[in-house]
């Protein structure tokens, strides 16, 4: 994974400090935002896209 200079220096700043290695303080940060933020992103992603696939069968079943 490429991330940019100043983020990969931070990164190993706290990596040092903290007594992790940079792949467990990476493996980490990426569990953390797929246990908070991803899950209700795909879940409105996917609730979009349905939508957008059945928009007319529910335009008219909205007119029943």
Same mark, same amino acid.
């Given at each position: 994974m490429r991330?940019?200079?100043e983020m990969a220096e931070a990164?190993?700043?706290y990596a040092f400090i903290t007594g992790v290695s940079v792949n467990e303080a990476v493996k980490s940060a990426i569990?953390?935002?797929l246990r908070t933020k991803a899950r209700s992103e795909m879940v409105e992603a996917a609730f979009k *896209?349905?939508?957008k696939q059945? *928009?007319?069968a529910l335009d008219k079943l909205a007119h029943l």
């Open positions: 991330v940019p200079a990164l190993r700043t569990g953390e935002m *896209s349905t939508l059945h *928009s007319v």
